[in-house]
């Protein structure tokens, strides 16, 4: 299974409904049929509003949030380029992008590697452009509401905090950049972004260490443990802190934890015990963290029946 420094964050992913996304789909038709005296930019903010808005429903079947995926990420991405300063909307399309890599396309490379290397290889190179679209079109967003940052990414100065409407933004470049660099091993230019990279993430934990009820805490624990001279104990402390801010309701931060620091620490039995509660996870009917959880879960059933040839 190829390294990750992605966390096993809580995918809060796309899941449009069949009536949003019904509403959706009318929204560009009434568009075309408006009278002349309706701007065109306040018809695409309600657009941009409306899609922002997708990823907050709940959804309980994988399948059809994957099916659902697509047709979301390219209207909302189309919708984005005429409302790059819509933050809301870039937010949940870094996301989008980010969440469908991973559960979906990366995941899909982890179960074929010991049968089909090469369709694995095929869709982790599909994967790490996924990445690097959710990342391009975070970093664009912040980029316009905060010039510069980019740059000081770069650098060394001291940054100063990110507003609230600039965390989820933070958090979802650094998640994506952090699964861009673990899948291009082989691409210097790609690794060399990991300083970076570490820069934003810290930024996001400086600004807000309880930021997404533990996903940002997983992906501190994350990057610390795949960062050169990283400390295994901070590491342990991130997920620890991801473990307490979920309060046994994400199924992502037992995961994260026996991925993250578990398996590298060659503690099989502290692995096993991490997945089984990850499996206990259960959440009440319509939670909008059914479909992360079941995605988790997921991952975590298939942990453990590959757990003898991890370690």
Known sequence: MAPSILPR????????????????????????????????????????????????????????????????????????????GHLPLAGAVA?????????????????????????AARLRSRAA?????????????????????????????????????????AYW??????GLISLSKDDPDTVADLPSALRLAQLAWDSDPTYGDGTLASLMGSFEAARPGGSPQRAEAYFDEALRLGAGRNAGAFVAKAEGHAQPAGDKAAFLTLLQQALAVREPAGSPLSLSNTLMRRRAEWLIGTADDLF
């Open 129 to 169: 452009g996924l990445y690097r679209r959710g990342r391009d079109h975070a970093l664009a967003a912040l980029e316009t509401s905060r010039p510069g940052l980019r740059r000081q990414l770069d650098g060394q100065q001291a940054l100063a905090p990110l507003a609230p409407q600039q965390r989820p933004l």
């Open 95 to 119: 996301g989008g992008f980010t969440q469908y890599a991973y559960a979906f396309v990366a995941f899909d490379a982890d179960r074929l590697e010991a049968t089909d290397a090469r369709a």
């Open 9 to 84: 964050f809580a995918p809060c992913t796309v899941r449009p409904q069949p009536s949003t996304l019904a509403r959706t789909l009318v929204l560009p038709l009434l568009a075309l049929s408006l009278c002349a005296c309706t701007p065109r930019q306040l018809v695409l903010g309600e657009m941009a509003d409306s899609l922002a808005g997708q990823g907050q429903s709940a959804e309980d079947d994988p399948e059809l949030a994957r099916e659902a995926a697509a047709f979301y990420l390219k209207l909302s991405e189309s919708v984005l380029r005429e409302q790059p």
């Open 173 to 178: 470049a650094a998640a994506a950049w952090g």
